[in-house]
């Protein structure tokens, strides 16, 4: 069956500029988290949602980011002011549950570039 | 909160050989503990994972062992091939924060044909 889509794949966008970047999770999926990954490191968590439940905005470095997931399916990570230590890739995954532990499936990725 | 360290940051191995990735946790909740294999321009893949009461797990090449007491856990994969070449990352979470996870900073494994 289908994995998990971003979109876009790649995106430059200016310093200063907004951007959307979007996620279409596994159908079904309840739990969506999005992660940064800045060249050669690990993965950073940014945003945990759970069915209906209030998501865990724990990761998010700064008031510029916010995420929304509608209809407890797409999700969009937005970015205000974009600066260039934005730059990187940022990863969406779903899993069945929030709970039992159950493997998150990632998608491929969108490169940000800001210059 | 959890501080996941891993080791090496790159390998070389010969194809044939075994490779061994290790990391370290901080947090003794941690209760869950998964390695993703992550090839160039895809996100991460999970290869295999572990739970806190169990203290090794084999899929076929691939084999994970987890000391709570030591809070630390290895990949081994053994008759490595030149398709094993990647980036494998590991990860900790607690059942608390779902699947929350906390990843380790990556180690870039070469095979060599």
């Known amino acids: 069956g289908a994995g998990v889509s971003q979109s876009p794949s790649n995106k430059v966008t200016e310093k200063g500029k907004d951007v959307e970047l979007r996620c279409d999770p596994i159908?079904?999926?309840?739990?969506l988290y999005w992660y940064r990954q800045s060249l050669g490191q690990g993965l950073e968590f940014l945003i945990y949602?759970?069915?209906?439940?209030?998501?865990?905005k724990s990761g998010l470095p700064s008031d510029r980011f916010s995420a929304e997931r509608t209809g407890g399916s797409v999700s969009t990570l937005t970015i205000q002011r974009t600066q260039q230590e934005d730059s990187a890739v940022y990863l969406c995954?779903?899993?069945?549950?929030?709970?039992?532990?159950?493997?998150?499936?990632f998608g491929n990725g969108t490169r940000l570039t800001v210059t | 909160g959890e501080n996941v360290e891993q080791h090496p940051s790159t390998l070389s191995v010969q194809e044939g050989d075994s490779a061994v990735i290790k990391c370290t946790y901080s947090?003794?909740?941690?209760?869950?503990f998964p390695w993703y294999k992550q090839e160039l321009g895809k996100g991460p893949q999970l290869i295999i994972d572990?739970?806190?009461?169990?203290g090794e797990k084999k899929d076929q090449r691939i084999a994970v062992t987890l000391n709570k007491t030591a809070k630390h856990f290895s990949l081994h994969i053994t008759e490595t091939q030149p398709e094993d070449s990647a980036v494998y990352f590991c990860?900790?979470?607690?059942?608390?924060?779902?699947?929350?996870?906390?990843f380790g900073a990556g180690t870039i494994l070469r095979v060599k044909s």
């Open positions: 947090d003794s909740a941690s209760n869950y």
């Open positions: 995954a779903s899993s069945s549950t929030g709970t039992g532990h159950s493997p998150l499936h």
């Open positions: 949602f759970q069915g209906n439940s209030a998501p865990d």
């Open positions: 990860a900790a979470s607690k059942e608390e924060y779902g699947n929350k996870l906390v």
């Open positions: 159908s079904g999926h309840t739990a």
């Open positions: 572990i739970r806190s009461n169990v």
